[in-house]
């Protein structure tokens, strides 16, 4: 009885740990940013388009936030599952 308990928390630690490395991220871009920021907030924002979705984990359900502003640049994005553009 006591192992069947143990195999029960091991799982539940397990999705826990899974659920908690997979959570999605905010980027942030913005025309006063640096990119050496780390982009996880507007006061730390990106300043390029493509260091935003650079730093987005492939895969993931990262959300590159851009804001208003003129990006004189090109971007390229390798896709390993689908781009959701809002």
Known sequence: MIHRWFRIA???LVL???ATLSRATTIYVATTGNNANDGL???TAKLTVQAG???AVAGGQDT???SNGVYN???EI??????TVE
């Open 10 to 12: 091991m799982v539940c």
């Open 41 to 43: 907030s507007w006061q």
């Open 16 to 18: 826990t740990a899974t």
């Open 53 to 55: 979705v650079t730093t």
């Open 64 to 66: 590159v936030l851009v």
């Open 73 to 75: 640049a090109s971007v």
């Open 78 to 83: 390798v896709l390993s599952t689908a781009l």
